[in-house]
């Protein structure tokens, strides 16, 4: 093998490995895995299985809240929904039929919503605005209307 | 085949002469030459209609073209999809792997032959199946077919024709390879050759999963014989499948670089055995990938989901080592040409001629696709990127810059070579230009699809305001950018097809060389025969399969969601 062929091969593990591991340390030290719930539902029963029989915001503390919220072709159940500038907001979602996705443009938010499975995700809103809350996982002929806004005052 | 034993017994450099000779006599190479015309045809056929699709999502999306009702967008993607990821890229592989076969092993056996044709009806067959049921509004599911959605079961059936289709391809070549290794007891499989059957294992192996999928889950479900479907345990499968069969384009396109480059740039080949590692490590490596399409998705645990991320992240080590091979025959051919310095061979490398144009950029620009490639694998980019416009942006850039562009720089002496015509200076120019112009509009088109993919725009979306909201409207202008990049790509494509058929039908008669490079290390030492052991590289290659997916989904079967109905929400 040549000594430049070595340097490579040399430098391309590396730089693997060194990926590698900076991603292990966000995911694992620093608590910025990606959303993996193992929580599961039975997806024709959401109507009337617990928390999903009543969607809707709960206030739990200050500016802290919770949204237990349905997908379905092709709305979000709550939808329009405002807090409070600064507001911290823990999503609790399921899908009442397809796969769906659900993000907040402009943030990190982004997640599968699958039939069958409860996907939990916190989000903190520190400045105002109207946030676009899209679909963005194709789910019908719909697909292209199912957004709504998440305004923070 | 008579010719093997005519030639018994001359000494080995005389023999591939005789053999050289003896192959026009016998006229083999002609009737596997209507062969991979055929596929050629198709291949070129589909992508045009596929182009112009993209075209119609292009100009749909930044809001200047509207659908009717009775052939809306996502039957338009569904068929953009469907022909340009399984009807183009796998009718080119074939003609393209059956034609260096024809080439490098003597010949096809009338046997492989007739297989390559039943496998050519049979993918027909199979696509007119499932292409009419999207047209038909019957499908409109996308390539992917995530359940619960549930098209027609002929769509479906459509989809088992077009695997039983690609087996039968499969088979052809395993079987070419191993009647050659019979008469060549020790000798390695000529490289060329090497190649095929590193992508049709992995084509052969990937679809097995595909096959499990529509065969045991969905056909059932879409009779009505089970009520319910496990979603994750679908879409792990189905990625499996995808995954890979980007990366058996992908290495196919990597075939060219390694095999044909040095005959155009008249330099040596990269190092015979390194090459062959590199092949080894992209069949062996490459399945587990699947899970990075799921970094986002539920129900796989995030200890599994880290496992994957550095499975995922182990293919970049062999496309790492192909870059440096790249670099090291242009620096030998240009030091051969009598280039000094540290970057005097750039000057030295062909530029006018189209055949090396089109691979070149090809391979420059799976440097950007690499790179965003290693991004989206890890975890905490991949949620931003997920399902935005970004993913179809590298896609452009890997698959329709990287592989098509690559497909295109084959076609200027492939096309020409089993047509009994030549590559003409002019053309020559012409097919120059149509890289250009291909290489000019996906480069826009992709660029602004990575840019406003990262401001959230998403994929597969028609056209929509989304109720007037500021943050949606911001994306507008870069919509516009990409409905312009979209026409130039059409204008290339257009060119490109025109090309292909000029040289297929019109071009002057002749005979166009089948350009490949002559090994580093010469034909005279023996070279090692471990490389060879398929039967050890398929043995490894389950092991990496079985590390990756055993756990995953015995997880998702055992503890798994509730199943879904099926559900048509289109
Ligand atoms: C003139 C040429 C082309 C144009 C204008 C074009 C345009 C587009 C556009 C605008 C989309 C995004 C649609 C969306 O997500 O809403 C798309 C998707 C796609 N394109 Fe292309 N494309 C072209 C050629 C190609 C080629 C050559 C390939 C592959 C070999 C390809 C593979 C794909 C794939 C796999 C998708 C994703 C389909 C899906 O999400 O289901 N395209 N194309
Ligand atoms: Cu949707
Ligand atoms: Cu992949």
């Not at chain 1, 939990?120 to 002929?141: H, K, S, W, Y």
């Not at chain 2, 590298?394 to 690559?406: D, E, I, K, S």
């Not at chain 2, 597969?460 to 909201?469: L, Q, V």
Request: aromatic letters at 14%; charged letters at 15%; a neutral charge.
């Amino acid at each position: 093998m040549h000594r430049y062929e070595k340097i490579w091969l040399t430098v391309s593990s590396v730089l693997i490995i060194g990926f590698t591991l900076i991603v292990g340390y966000q995911a694992f030290a620093m608590d910025l895995g990606p959303p993996s719930d193992m929580e599961t539902i039975d997806p024709q029963k959401v109507d009337s299985t617990a928390p999903f029989d009543e969607p809707g915001i709960t206030q739990i503390g200050d500016k802290e809240y919770e949204v237990v919220m349905t997908l379905q072709a092709f709305s979000f159940t709550p939808r329009d929904l405002e807090f409070p500038e600064g507001s911290t907001v823990h999503f609790i979602m399921t899908s009442k039929d397809v796969v769906h996705g659900m993000q907040i443009a402009g943030t990190n938010f982004n997640a599968m919503i699958t039939p069958g499975h409860v996907t939990r995700m916190t989000q903190t809103f520190d400045e105002a605005g109207d946030f676009l809350v899209i679909c963005n996982e194709f789910c019908g002929t719909g697909h292209e209307m199912m957004s709504t806004e998440i305004n923070i005052r | 085949m008579t010719n093997q034993q005519t030639i018994e017994g001359i000494p080995q450099t005389e023999k591939g002469h005789v053999k050289d000779r003896l192959k026009k006599f016998m006229g083999v190479q002609r009737k596997d030459a209507t062969l991979a015309k055929a596929y050629m045809i198709v291949s070129f056929v589909s992508l045009l209609l596929g182009a112009l699709l993209g075209l119609v999502q292009g100009l749909n999306r930044a809001g200047l073209f509207e659908l009717p009702y009775w052939f809306n967008y996502y039957q338009v993607l569904t068929s953009h999809g469907l022909l340009l990821v399984l009807i183009f890229t796998s009718f080119f592989m074939i003609g393209y792997f059956y034609a260096g076969i024809s080439n490098t092993l003597d010949g096809l056996s009338n046997g492989v032959r007739k297989l390559g044709w039943s496998a050519f009806w049979t993918k027909i067959a199979g696509a007119l199946l499932a292409v009419s049921q999207v047209l038909i509004g019957e499908a409109t599911v996308l390539y992917t077919f995530y359940p619960p959605m549930a098209a027609s079961v002929w769509f479906y059936l459509g989809l088992t024709l077009i695997v039983l289709g690609i087996w039968q391809s499969c088979f052809g070549v395993f079987i070419s390879a191993a009647k050659w290794r019979k008469a060549n007891k020790g000798q390695r499989l000529p490289i060329l050759a090497f190649f095929a059957v590193g992508g049709f294992v992995l084509l052969f192996f990937s679809s097995l999963f595909v096959a499990a999928e529509v065969l045991f889950m969905i056909i059932p479900w879409t009779l009505g014989w089970v009520e319910t479907i496990n979603v994750m345990v679908a879409r792990t499968l189905f990625w499996a499948f995808g995954h890979t069969l980007v990366n058996i384009w992908y290495l196919t396109a990597v075939s060219a670089w390694y095999v044909i480059t040095p005959k155009i740039i008249d330099g040596p080949r990269f190092s015979d055995t390194l090459t062959r590692v590199v092949v080894v490590l992209l069949v062996v490596l490459n399945i587990p990938g699947g899970f990075h399409h799921q970094i986002v998705d539920p129900g796989i645990s995030e200890p599994i989901k880290y496992m994957h991320v550095y499975m995922s992240l182990v293919i970049g080590f062999p496309s790492l080592m192909t870059a440096y091979a790249m670099f090291y025959i242009f620096e030998k051919s240009g030091r051969k040409k009598g280039a000094k310095g540290l970057f005097g061979w750039f000057k030295k490398l062909p530029w006018k001629d189209a055949r090396f144009l089109a691979l070149f950029i090809a391979m420059a620009s799976f440097i950007v696709g690499g790179a965003g490639g290693i991004a989206q694998t890890m975890h905490q980019l991949n949620q931003v990127v997920h399902n935005s416009l970004w993913v179809v942006g590298h896609f452009h850039v890997t698959l329709g810059m990287t592989a098509a562009m690559t497909f295109f720089g084959v076609s200027y002496w492939l096309i020409p070579h089993i047509s009994g015509r030549q590559l003409t200076p002019k053309m020559n120019r012409f097919a120059w230009w149509t890289t250009i112009v291909w290489a000019i509009g996906i480069s826009i088109m992709s660029l602004v699809m990575h840019y406003v993919g990262l401001l959230g725009a998403p994929r597969r979306t028609a056209f929509t305001e989304y109720m007037g909201n500021a943050t949606a409207s911001s994306w507008d202008p870069y919509l516009l950018l990409i409905a312009g990049g979209a026409t130039i790509m059409t204008i290339g494509i257009i060119m490109q097809v025109y090309t292909v058929f000029h040289l297929m039908f019109r071009a002057p008669k002749g005979e166009e060389e089948f350009p490949i490079g002559e090994a580093e290390e010469g034909n005279a030492i023996k070279l090692p025969y471990w490389t060879e052991r398929w039967s050890v590289w398929i043995l490894l290659m389950w092991a990496t399969i079985a590390m990756a997916y055993v756990v995953p989904l015995v997880e998702m079967m055992i503890n798994g969601a509730p199943g879904s109905p099926p559900q048509r929400t289109w």
